[in-house]
């Protein structure tokens, strides 16, 4: 082991959206793809950037509803898409995320939205973890395989050549309150 001395070079980005549902992560993560192939080809036309867009979609088709806008503050263009139903296994996540790197390639961007469902949603590592307590064994070593399959899909995620784009989901918290009416001020 030794240290040795290093040049600048460029790397691809990776970048992570949270918010609560409704909050425009989408959009942003459109919009911040756009700027970011901009910044690296600047040539190419509206069209061009966003073929270099692969788009992951774990939301029920929502980011469609973005393609080829011009009533936005920003005119957007067709984005290459895919859609991932239930279950939410982290394979499929994967498979896409390979599938979109090979694509686009490097300079292009990949944009899942919404990595949470890999997690938390019907079929994601966190139910099934919770289906195997139930099934029974003991609730911290039912971790191990789970954990294994999150760290690869990490590794898949951070891996590629092209820049990456996540979007997860922020838990919203409602909190009740009593209003005590004190008359006019």
């Known amino acids: 082991m030794a240290f040795i001395k290093v040049d600048r070079s460029a790397v691809p980005a990776r970048v992570s959206l ?17 700027g970011m192939i901009r910044a690296n080809f600047p040539e190419l036309t509206l069209e061009q950037i966003y073929d270099k867009i692969a788009f992951i979609d774990t939301e029920r088709g929502r980011a469609k509803f973005y393609a080829n806008r011009d009533d936005l503050p920003f005119k957007t263009a067709s984005f290459n898409y895919l859609e991932i139903e239930a279950p939410y296994l982290a394979t499929k996540f994967m498979d896409a995320v390979t599938m979109a790197d090979s694509l686009v390639g490097p300079g292009g961007v990949i944009i899942v939205d919404s990595l949470s469902h890999a997690w938390n949603y019907e079929g994601g590592i966190l139910d099934r973890k919770n289906q195997k307590d139930l099934s029974g064994g003991n609730s911290y070593t039912n971790w191990a395989p789970f954990t294994s399959e999150h760290n690869k899909l990490m590794s898949v995620v951070l891996s590629t050549q092209a820049n990456t784009i996540v979007t997860m989901r922020s838990k919203m918290e409602y909190v009740r309150t009593q209003i005590k009416y004190l008359g006019y001020c």
């Open 18 to 34: 949270s918010g609560p549902t409704h909050s425009g992560k989408t959009l942003t993560a459109l919009y911040l793809a756009e």
